[in-house]
């Protein structure tokens, strides 16, 4: 047992780390790469979802390899490596474009290490299965509420300290924080001791089972289309509403991102552990969705940094109910050692939502001459997708499901 909680420790260590490696930049992302590197909304918008475009590539397929080779634990330590590289490449961008000539087409670059930034977000299906490998049944509701705590947690931390940093003394170090947290994580992880799954290995028939499997298939759905919400909006173009029409400055977008973080943080921790079985998932989703369809909604009507948060943080509360119970549907009715296919799928389609979500809402956003309906225009494409995830939350659920 005492082995067993020091490892659990472990794990969630690395997993604070493996999120603050990837989170002490998109705060400013946007905004640096339309300011300062001279990109487009388009390329600002294929930078920030070149992120989900390599996860959703590159999650079926490390979910099967993790299941074939009955191995978790080395695929997050290439994770960690592809964090250092990222990192550590935007940082050299940053420092090329502080110098008195600026090379053109570095926003090409920032695309390319944005995408290995999503290649090792990709090893989350890895990490989530490891450390739900010892739960079960209704149990690993509470597990992902667990999990997700150090997730959100860190990424509050890390965008608030990050945009701090690029405020202050320059972008560069917010780039500089990120390699440092990958580093660490790698070292943790490297002491993470891993119990290989049981049962009878993956084939393809088990994979088509799998994908049948209507719990996934829902969780899967729902997951997609909140995260088209977030990347459409507080991962995409809320930066550059708030910096373009309400003023803020970059170390104050951090602030922006700790609004909407720190309540999914909390009610990630109660949607699967209280909520849900108190009131059930139906009613606990549907909640989620009516919060971040009405964000949307009210992000236009925001004017000043108090009401810009008081939104954002509207937004996350709806994210924090959602997140736990998408995830446990994934992989709650599978087997343990079918689960590495199971969560590949669920993160590989909703990163269709991360990668669509900032290239719909660049696209719109370009169509308008005056840039502030633009914006708006975003904010209700985005209100139009939260209620029609409502409309299936409630048709997708099983009434007093936990």
Excluded at 112 to 117: Q, V
Excluded at 239 to 263: C, E, H, K, Y
Excluded at 295 to 315: D, N
Aim: charged letters at 10%; proline letters at 3%; glycine letters at 10%.
């Amino acid at each position: 047992m005492p082995d067993e909680k020091k490892n659990e420790r472990l794990l969630l260590t690395a997993v604070f780390l493996f999120w603050f490696s990837n989170y002490t930049y998109p705060s400013f992302l946007t905004t640096y790469a339309t300011n300062t590197l001279g990109a487009t909304k388009v390329l600002a918008g294929m930078i920030v979802g070149s992120y989900g475009l390599t996860q959703m590539i590159l999650r079926i397929p490390l979910g099967i390899f993790s299941d074939v080779l009955r191995k978790r634990k080395l695929f997050v330590l290439i994770g960690f490596v592809l964090s250092i590289v990222s990192a550590s490449g935007l940082a050299i961008v940053a420092l090329i474009a502080g110098r008195d000539n600026v090379p053109s087409g570095l926003a090409y670059g920032v695309l390319i290490l944005r995408g290995m930034s999503g290649m090792m977000a990709a090893t989350w299906v890895n990490f989530s299965v490891l450390y739900s490998s010892s739960y079960q049944g209704d149990r690993v509701a509470t597990a992902m509420s667990r999990l997700i705590v150090p997730q959100c947690g860190s990424q509050i931390i890390a965008m608030l300290l990050g945009a701090q940093l690029a405020g202050r003394v320059g972008e560069v170090w917010a780039f500089v924080l990120a390699a440092v947290a990958a580093i660490a994580g790698l070292l943790v992880m490297l002491r993470v001791k891993e119990q290989a799954p049981t049962g009878a290995p993956m084939t393809l028939k088990g994979f088509l089972e799998v994908a049948r499997n209507k719990e996934l298939i829902s969780g899967t759905v729902l997951a997609t289309i909140y995260q088209l919400v977030v990347w459409t909006t507080v991962q995409g173009f809320v930066q550059n509403w708030a910096r373009d029409m309400i003023g803020l400055t970059t170390a104050q977008l951090g602030f922006l991102s700790v609004a909407n973080l720190l309540p999914n943080t909390i009610l990630s921790h109660y949607s699967g552990t209280v909520f849900a079985l108190k009131y059930g998932r139906r009613a606990v989703l549907a909640a989620g969705f009516i919060a971040i369809a009405g964000a949307c909604l009210l992000y236009p009507q925001t004017s000043s940094l108090v009401s810009l948060l008081a939104v954002q943080a509207l937004l996350g509360s709806g994210v924090g109910l959602i997140m736990p119970l998408t995830m446990a549907s994934a992989i709650e009715t599978v087997p343990g050692e079918k689960r590495g296919a199971a969560m590949g799928i669920y993160q590989a389609v909703y990163g269709l939502g991360m990668f669509l979500g900032p290239v719909i809402g660049g696209f719109v956003i370009e169509q308008f001459s005056i840039p502030r309906d633009g914006y708006i225009a975003n904010f209700y494409v985005a209100m139009g997708i939260a209620l029609a995830g409502l409309v299936l939350a409630v048709a997708l659920t099983k009434r007093r499901q936990a």
